[in-house]
T-cell receptor
């Protein structure tokens, strides 16, 4: 079966750095997305990785290792507004988007 | 970036009635649109994939006669919840893919919160 694993919840301090991991086992791979979702709102796009390595975009970076079936989202200089759920999603060989359950990130002052 | 709108944003209806939710791609043509449902504190659950001009493909466990999907044009897909019941109360989100972007990113609408009383 297809499976995407992320931690259910993480807590971090304002101004700090946090890394949210995602491991996947899917039938094929055509890319991995990270989305941010605030409570009661729709997801918003953060990043897309299809090749191995680190993609940096401002305070957010995303890393991919296809051989390990592993990705992480790195958030720097955390702000209170970063409190949200972070969803990892993989495009499989049928170009279907397989969603993880999401990681709820709690930022404390 | 690509923009997707949804209407209404919130709807309250009585049990047994039907509700229609519209999803529009505003600045691109979406050959494929997706409908998701999300219950509180749970992740997105894909209900169906709709392709313009053809029948929607429903995920296992989703009743196609209850959740009617119409993708009649390249910019509009509708989801009709028929004979709604309180257990259908949820957050319904649509997304669309922009083939012109050459990737598989899904652009999400703002969601519709349905409450069935």
């Amino acid at each position: 079966g297809q499976n995407i694993d992320q931690p259910t919840e993480m807590t971090a301090t304002e101004g700090a750095i946090v890394q949210i991991n995602c491991t996947y086992q899917t039938s094929g791979f055509n890319g991995l997305f990270w989305y941010q979702q605030h409570a009661g709102e729709a997801p918003t796009f953060l990043s897309y990785n299809v090749l191995d390595g680190l993609e940096e975009k401002g305070r957010f970076s995303s890393f991919l290792s296809r051989s390990k079936g592993y990705s992480y989202l790195l958030l720097k200089e955390l702000q209170m507004k970063d409190s949200a759920s972070y969803l990892c999603a993989v495009i499989d060989s049928n170009y279907q988007l397989i969603w993880g359950a999401g990681t709820k990130l709690i930022i404390k002052p | 970036g690509a923009v997707v709108s949804q209407h209404p944003s919130r709807v309250i209806c009585k049990s047994g009635t039907s509700v229609k939710i519209e999803c529009r791609s505003l600045d691109f043509q979406a050959t494929t649109m997706f409908w998701y449902r999300q219950f509180p504190k749970q992740s997105l659950m894909l209900m169906a994939t709709s392709n313009e001009g053809s029948k929607a493909t429903y995920e296992q466990g989703v009743e196609k006669d209850k959740f009617l999907i119409n993708h009649a044009s390249l910019t509009l897909s509708t989801l009709t919840v028929t004979s709604a019941h309180p257990e259908d109360s949820s957050f319904y989100i649509c997304s669309a893919r922009d083939p012109g972007q050459g990737d598989y990113e899904q652009y999400f609408g703002p969601g519709t919160r349905l409450t069935v009383t």
